[in-house]
T-cell receptor, first 116, second 113 residues
């Protein structure tokens, strides 16, 4: 069964440092999502890509977060500088259909970030 | 009011019991609904999709009530392995015509012997 890959699985960093997460979606999935999940809450969408284009980054803190998907396949999410409040699980998901259609999202294992 | 609301629980039930969770949503235009299961410190895994009035898969039944804007998840004959957090997700079409999911905070289920 095809899966979404993410790395690293765990990351501990000091505040003010830079950190990057990588995601490889299910092959052929044009839509890729980055979510942040704080303990006790549901996943919150940070950024959504359709192929290589950002279609929704309204909840991305753009002063410190950036995301790219240069070739429309894998993606990188970066935080610089990290703050204590960024400690969370960062989840990547992908889905297949075109815009406007119903769809299902499949999640990768996530990266658990701890900022000290 | 939150866009998607769930009772956080926990629901503590004995093995073999039937348990039901509700999830209310605020956007009456939403067309697609999902239940995800999330184990502690793991990723959400898709449990069921609900596109019309309901869906059934073995011991699990999901129902949609558009008039009252809620979906429910019913688990029959609960197993210890059903212990997890159940996340409700509702689709939302943004201004650009792209689907995105809005998640509830989840309902925790604990099944005991």
């Amino acid at each position: 069964e095809a899966e979404v890959a993410q790395s690293p699985r765990y990351k501990i960093t000091e505040k003010s440092q830079a950190v990057a997460f990588w995601c490889d979606p299910i092959s052929g999935h044009a839509t890729l999502y980055w979510y942040r999940q704080i303990l006790g809450q549901g996943p919150e969408l940070l950024v959504q890509f359709q192929d290589e284009s950002v279609v929704d980054d309204s909840q991305l803190p753009k002063d410190r977060f950036s995301a790219e998907r240069l070739k429309g396949v894998d993606s990188t999410l970066k935080i610089q500088p990290a703050e204590l409040g960024d400690s969370a699980m960062y989840l990547c998901a992908s889905s297949s259909p075109d815009r406007g259609e119903t769809y299902e999202q499949y999640f990768g294992p996530g990266t658990r970030l701890t900022v000290t | 009011r939150k866009e998607v609301e769930q009772d956080p629980g926990p629901f503590n039930v004995p093995e073999g019991a039937t348990v039901a969770f509700n999830c209310t949503y605020s956007n009456s235009a939403s067309q697609s609904f999902f239940w995800y299961r999330q184990d502690c410190r793991k990723e959400p895994k898709l449990l069921m999709s609900v596109y019309s009035s309901g869906n059934e898969d073995g011991r699990f039944t999901a129902q949609l009530n558009r008039a009252s804007q809620y979906i429910s998840l019913l688990i029959r004959d609960s197993k210890l392995s059903d212990s997890a957090t159940y996340l409700c997700a509702v689709n939302d079409l943004d201004g650009g015509g792209y689907n995105k999911l809005i998640f509830g905070a989840g309902t925790r289920l604990a099944v005991h012997p």
